[in-house]
C-alpha cells in the first residue's frame, strides 16, 4: 500500500516540472535555427547567381586547309573564367595557353582563333565556363583538304610481256574521301569505256592494245584533282595486216604492195618474192615505209613480176610473214546497184582490169536449194581500167544469191563478195530501184509506176466510163 502511494507521489513531481524543463530549452533552439536561415541566405545572394551564360551558338564548320577560323564563344555576365578544349585536351584556361601550338590563339571576347589550319585540327572545340555544372558549347571542325595521291607503286614506266595480265592501283587521301578514276590519255581504256571508277583495274592476257599512258585521277571538289600517270609497254612479236591480199596491175603499169607491221621492240622488215630477198633499186624495186607502213612499189610491172610476195618482220620476240599476190587478172567485181523490174532482177557491177576484159560470167541461184545458173553479160568498151556490167534476171519470187567473175588474158579474177537479194513479184507498171549497202545488203531508192502512153489509155477510159455512169444514174433519179 505505502509503495503504490510513492509511486503515485514521483509521478505527480515529473509531471509539474517537465513543462518548466522544455519552457526553458525552446528559446535557445529558435533562436538557432533563426541564425541558421540568416547565413544560408547570406551565401545565395554572394555567389555568382543565375546570371551567367554563353551568347554563342554551336556551329559545325568546314574550313579549307591553310585558311583561318574563329571558334565564337561570348559569354555574359561578369568576372567570367572560360576553358577551351580540343576534344578531350586542353588549350586554354582562360587566358592560359596549355600546349605549345601558337596557331592556337584565344581572343579577348572569349573566341579561339586557329590559323592556317591543317587536317590535324578536325574535331570537337568545347567551350565552358570555369565553373561546375554551368553552361557550354562545342564546335564541330572539318578541315576541307584537297586531294592527294598516295601509295604509288607504278613509277613513270611499266613493262610487260604479250599475254600477261596487267594491274593498277591508286589511292588518295582528302577531305571528303577523293573519288578516283582511271583513263588512257589519247585513247579509250581497252574495255572500249572513256574511263573506269575505282581504285584497281586489272586487264587479263595482255596485247599490243593495252599500251599506252594511264592516268590515275582522284577529285573531291576541294582544290584541284590530283594525278599520277604510267606509261605501260607491252613486249610482243610482229603483227602483220595486210592491206590487199591481192594487187591486182597490168604490164607497164606501176604496182604498190602494202603491209603494216606493229611490233615491241622495232621490227625488222623485209620484202622476198619466191624465197629471195629483193633490194631497193631506184629502177626497179622502191622499198619504203611510213610509220608502221611498209611499201614495196614494183615499177613499170612486167609478167615475170606477176607472183607471190612475202612480207617478213622479225624482233627478239619473233617473227611472223605474210603473203601478197601480185596479179595481172581482173580484180574481184564489186556491185553497185540493183532494180527490182515487173518480171526479174537488174545488177549493176563495177570491174577493175589493166588488161582488156574478154568475158563475164554472172552466177546466181535461189538460195532455197535452187541450182547455180549462168548468164554472160555483155563486154562494153571501159573507161580507163574500170568496166561497169549490167545485167537483167528473169526471176520467179524468192531469195536469191548472185557472183561476178571477169577474165583477161592472165586468167579469171576471185568471185565477188556474193551479193544477196530478195525479188518479189511487182505489180504491172511498178519498180523498185536498190543500190549496194554495208555488209552485202541492199537498200530500197523508190518504188515508182511506170506509165506508158499504152497505161494511160485505160485509165482516160475508166475515167469517161466513171462519169458517164454517174451522169446516167442523175438522170433517173431525177
Avoid at 606509261?231 to 603494216?260: F, R
Avoid at 446516167?472 to 433519179?477: A, D, E
Amino acid at each position: 500500500m505505502n509503495r503504490a502511494l510513492w509511486l503515485l507521489l514521483i509521478i505527480g513531481l515529473n509531471a509539474a516540472l517537465l513543462p518548466a524543463v522544455f519552457a526553458d530549452s525552446e528559446p535557445d533552439y529558435l533562436g538557432d535555427k533563426e541564425e541558421y536561415d540568416e547565413e544560408d541566405g547570406d551565401e545565395e545572394d554572394g555567389g555568382l547567381g543565375d546570371n551567367i551564360s554563353i551568347i554563342s551558338k554551336a556551329r559545325d564548320l568546314q574550313i579549307r586547309e591553310k585558311d583561318d577560323v574563329v571558334l565564337p564563344c561570348e559569354t555574359e555576365g561578369d568576372n567570367i573564367q572560360i576553358i577551351w578544349l580540343k576534344d578531350k585536351t586542353i588549350l586554354f584556361t582562360d587566358m592560359i595557353r596549355s600546349g605549345k601550338d601558337k596557331r592556337y590563339e584565344r581572343l579577348d571576347n572569349g573566341s579561339l582563333k586557329i590559323s592556317k589550319v591543317t587536317a590535324e585540327d578536325t574535331g570537337n572545340y568545347t567551350c565552358q565556363i570555369a565553373i561546375q555544372s554551368k553552361p557550354s558549347i562545342t564546335h564541330q571542325l572539318k578541315v576541307l583538304i584537297a586531294p592527294r595521291i598516295v601509295n604509288w607503286n607504278h613509277g613513270l614506266k611499266k613493262t610487260l610481256n604479250k599475254g600477261e595480265s596487267l594491274s593498277l592501283s591508286c589511292s588518295a587521301t582528302g577531305y571528303p574521301q577523293p573519288s578516283i578514276s582511271w583513263s588512257r590519255k589519247g585513247r579509250r581504256m581497252p574495255n572500249g569505256e572513256e574511263t573506269i571508277d575505282g581504285e584497281s583495274v586489272i586487264f587479263e592476257d595482255v596485247s599490243r592494245k593495252h599500251g599506252g599512258v594511264y592516268e590515275c585521277l582522284a577529285t573531291n571538289n576541294v582544290g584541284d584533282p590530283a594525278t599520277s600517270s604510267v606509261e605501260v609497254e607491252i613486249k610482243y612479236a610482229p603483227e602483220i595486216e595486210i592491206e590487199k591480199a591481192i594487187v591486182n596491175s597490168g604490164e607497164g603499169s606501176d604496182a604498190e604492195l602494202v603491209c603494216e607491221v606493229h611490233a615491241d621492240p622495232r621490227p625488222k622488215v623485209g620484202w622476198f618474192k619466191d624465197g629471195v630477198a629483193i633490194a631497193h633499186t631506184p629502177d626497179k624495186f622502191k622499198i619504203s615505209h611510213a610509220g608502221s607502213k611498209h611499201l614495196l612499189t614494183i615499177i613499170n610491172t612486167q609478167k615475170s613480176d606477176f607472183g607471190n610476195y612475202t612480207c617478213h618482220a622479225n624482233n627478239s620476240m619473233g617473227r611472223v610473214d605474210k603473203v601478197v599476190r601480185l596479179s595481172g587478172e581482173p580484180s574481184p567485181a564489186r556491185y553497185i546497184s540493183g532494180e527490182e523490174m515487173e518480171n526479174g532482177q537488174k545488177l549493176n557491177w563495177l570491174v577493175e582490169s589493166h588488161s582488156p576484159v574478154s568475158k563475164f560470167t554472172l552466177k546466181y541461184r535461189n538460195r532455197k536449194g535452187g541450182n547455180w545458173m549462168e548468164v554472160h553479160p555483155p563486154v562494153e568498151n571501159p573507161e580507163g581500167n574500170l568496166y561497169s556490167v549490167e545485167q537483167n534476171l528473169d526471176l520467179t519470187p524468192g531469195e536469191y544469191e548472185a557472183i561476178l567473175l571477169s577474165e583477161n588474158t592472165y586468167g579469171w579474177s576471185d568471185p565477188s563478195i556474193p551479193h544477196l537479194f530478195n525479188y518479189t513479184m511487182l505489180e504491172p507498171g511498178k519498180r523498185k530501184k536498190l543500190k549496194a549497202a554495208g555488209g552485202g545488203g541492199i537498200l530500197l531508192l523508190e518504188e515508182q509506176a511506170e506509165e506508158t502512153s499504152e497505161n494511160n489509155a485505160p485509165s482516160v477510159k475508166s475515167q469517161i466510163f466513171a462519169v458517164l455512169t454517174i451522169a446516167s444514174l442523175s438522170t433517173f433519179f431525177l
